[in-house]
């Protein structure tokens, strides 16, 4: 089956520093969605990637497809505490119609 | 607010007790899918719906049902309640009849305890 790895679960991270969460799959995936979800809240879309090697900005969020779509990136630029929370993965396949989410990783601000 | 209501909001019930959760998707959007996510856990993929009829099914319990009615609103019911039931139940709605192109928009979520 589609096996998905999110890594790493936890980042615990100053105020300021970067924040990287990385998602690879098994297979070559049609897409990529990423979503937060804050502490208490439920998960809402950021981004969706499609093309191989696309990079795309939302302020200080980067977010990257790999060139052979298998894997993917989602990098914080100055963490601030308001980007705290769990940030998901969500592949796609053509084929495949189950809907497949990365583990998460937390984002942690240390005080 | 993501336009998809869930209730209720919390639900405490004994083991081995049955309850229906319920979902109304966003205005014009014919999916629902539920999720279950245990404490500080990822997101598992239960049952998705399209237009009334069952499209994937993921990782749900016999004990678990579900249905999509012609009002498109969706319940989910869970029956012979265990201590590892509790979790938070989320239902997410899009307008196409896959994940693939679409994103999904999330109710606030039912959170389940079972005592």
């Known amino acids: 089956g589609q096996q998905v790895m999110q890594i790493p679960q936890y980042q615990h991270v100053q105020e300021g520093e970067d924040f990287t969460t990385y998602c690879n799959s098994s297979?070559?995936?049609?897409?990529i969605q990423w979503y937060k979800q804050r502490p208490g809240g439920h998960p809402v879309f950021l981004i969706q990637l499609v093309k191989s090697g696309e990079v795309k900005k939302q302020k200080r969020l980067t977010f990257q497809f790999g060139e052979a779509k298998k894997n993917s990136s989602l990098h914080i630029t100055a963490t601030q505490t308001t980007d705290v929370g769990t940030y998901f993965c969500?592949?796609?396949?053509?084929?495949?119609?189950?809907?497949?989410w990365g583990a998460g990783t937390k984002l942690i601000i240390k005080p | 607010d993501s336009g998809v209501t869930q209730t209720p909001k919390h639900l405490i019930t004994a083991t081995g007790q049955r309850v229906t959760l319920r979902c109304s998707p966003r205005s014009g959007d014919l999916s629902v899918y539920w999720y279950q996510q245990s404490l500080d856990q990822g997101l598992q993929f239960l049952i998705q719906?399209?237009?009334?009829?069952?499209?994937a099914k993921g990782n749900i319990l016999e004990r678990f049902s579900a249905q999509q009615f012609p009002d498109l609103h969706s319940e989910l019911n869970l029956s012979s309640l265990e201590l590892g039931d509790s979790a938070l139940y989320f239902c997410a709605s899009s307008v196409a009849p896959t994940a693939l192109n679409t994103e999904a928009f999330f109710g606030q979520g039912t959170r389940l305890t079972v005592v």
């Open positions: 719906y399209y237009n009334g009829e069952e499209r």
């Open positions: 297979t070559t995936l049609s897409n």
């Open positions: 969500a592949p796609r396949r053509d084929s495949n119609y189950q809907l497949i």
